[in-house]
């Protein structure tokens, strides 16, 4: 079956630009969660989503993150005035419940280029 | 709060040699530890996963890994390297509650024929 798709796979936009990065789970996950990996380190919570509740938001790096999720379907990311530093890969992740006895499945991610 | 903390980088090895990548941990409460494989401009894929049953976890494409918790350690091993693994390496943490993963900064595993 499908997996987790994202969109778009790379992105290259202007410091001080919004960006809205997209995140189709696999069918009938409940969860969902955004990852950020930057060069050279591991990858780093952002959010996760229960249904289309975020329960635990902590994750984000500062106030111009915001992701929302339209009930158990598509997220968004959004990162308002991009900043260099905002560069990374963003990875989403989506799991049939919020436990960890459920596997995590990852799409492939959206490359963010901040100029 | 739980961390893992993986030893090199960088691992070479060559075709049909052992391969070990290392990783411990760190957590308060009995941990759920994972290893992920990510190949080039892919996403993360699952290798294999502990879950507090057997210490010797088996995994996918050969690899195995096991849980020591007098050495805070969940080291991935394969007795013999393809070409085919040479990959990006990521062990992980689960944390407590719900199912937020706290990863490595990853090994990049270089397979030379």
């Known amino acids: 079956g499908a997996g987790v798709s994202q969109s778009p796979s790379n992105k290259v936009t202007e410091k001080g630009k919004d960006v809205e990065l997209r995140c189709d789970p696999i069918?009938?996950?409940?969860?969902l969660y955004w990852y950020r990996q930057r060069l050279g380190q591991g990858l780093e919570f952002l959010i996760y989503f229960q249904g289309n509740s975020a329960p635990d938001k902590s994750g984000l790096p500062s106030d111009r993150f915001s992701a929302e999720r339209t009930g158990e379907s598509v997220s968004t990311l959004t990162i308002q005035r991009t900043q260099q530093e905002d560069s990374a890969v963003y990875l989403c992740a989506s799991s049939a419940r919020t436990s960890r006895l459920y596997e995590q499945y990852f799409g492939p991610g959206t490359r963010l280029t901040v100029t | 709060a739980q961390s893992v903390t993986q030893l090199g980088s960088h691992v070479s090895v060559s075709e049909g040699a052992l391969v070990l990548l290392r990783c411990n941990y760190s957590?308060?409460?009995?941990?759920?530890l994972f290893w992920y494989v990510q190949y080039p401009n892919q996403g993360l894929q699952l290798l294999l996963k502990y879950t507090s049953a057997a210490t010797l976890v088996k995994g996918i494409n050969g690899f195995e890994a096991e849980f020591k918790k007098s050495e805070t350690s969940f080291h991935l091993t394969k007795p013999s390297a393809h070409m085919s693994d040479a990959a990006e390496y990521f062990c992980?943490?689960?944390?407590?509650?719900?199912?937020?993963?706290?990863f490595g900064t990853g090994t990049r595993l270089l397979v030379s024929p």
């Open positions: 957590s308060s409460v009995p941990p759920y």
């Open positions: 069918s009938g996950h409940t969860a």
């Open positions: 992980a943490v689960s944390d407590q509650g719900f199912q937020k993963l706290v």
